[in-house]
């Protein structure tokens, strides 16, 4: 499959997937079904959408699933004296909040930025690649990549061995397309950072690809083990932490079943 028809199926599939979505089509079917007297498909929807709400909504589900995929690598307990290189993904920049701002606006995952400035002050030489281009499907000229170099600009910070890699839309692309700009050479010790349930997915590509990276988790989002009830009573918070990671179980299956880890 293409990298673009992959790219378009993605964000449509996921669009009908997450489940404050899924929740809403299934009440414009149920809807639909009474008003037409099709009261068993009617009771069968709302069904459905409640189930959905109780268990995305109410339960820990979404947390639980978080802290599976965050516990799939830990932070590096000791790093090695020399690094050549340093990879961070895109998805700390909210792009449409910079164009709206005139300058670059941070997502919940700028702790990815903040790591690699760190890691790039302990390790100079190191080559530090930003790789984002941008994953919407409209609004889409602005990227993760021109904004970081905007923000290390307004910063003072001298990127004259940073690479920006702006034409990734996915974690697929963002490993590929960074592989094949940086060229690392056999024995080259690389760090790889993005959020810890974001992890599992970009590290199999990297393996599948035979790119040694450590990985360096951050962003950390579950409460950091399994629960039976939710820290907080919050249905849009546990909304989008299931949304999370559901967004990430279901991509890393399309990418095992597309062979891309």
């Known amino acids: 499959m293409g990298y673009s028809v992959f790219f378009y199926l993605s964000k449509i599939g996921w669009a009908l997937l997450a489940p404050a979505n899924l929740v809403a089509v299934l009440l414009c079917v149920w809807l639909l079904a009474k008003g037409f007297e099709a009261f068993r498909l009617a009771r069968f929807t709302l069904g459905c959408a409640a189930a959905i709400f109780l268990l995305c909504g109410f339960l820990p589900t979404g947390q639980n699933a978080l802290y599976y995929l965050e516990s799939q690598y830990k932070q590096p307990s000791a790093i090695p004296g020399k690094i050549d290189g340093i990879l961070v993904l895109g998805g700390a920049v909210d792009t449409q909040g910079s164009i709206i701002s005139g300058r670059p606006e941070f997502t919940d995952a700028v702790d990815r930025v903040l790591l690699a400035v760190e890691l790039a002050r302990y390790f ?71 959020s810890a349930f974001h992890m599992p997915r970009a590290m199999a590509v990297a393996e599948k690809l035979g790119w040694g990276l450590i990985p360096y988790p951050v962003d950390y989002r579950s409460d950091g083990g399994y629960v039976l009830l939710p820290s907080k009573f919050d249905t849009l918070d546990n909304l989008r932490s299931s949304q999370i990671a559901l967004r990430e179980m279901v991509g890393l299956a399309a990418y095992k079943l597309t062979g891309k880890n």
């Open 124 to 194: 100079p030489k190191a080559k530090l690649v930003f790789s984002g281009g941008s994953g919407n499907l409209v609004n889409n000229k602005r990227t993760d990549s021109i904004d970081m170099k905007i923000f290390l600009k307004n910063m003072g910070y001298e990127d004259f061995n940073v690479i920006y890699e702006d034409r990734s839309r996915n974690t697929y692309e963002n490993i590929i397309n960074s592989y094949s700009t940086v060229t690392p050479k056999k024995g080259e010790t690389w760090i790889l950072i993005t």
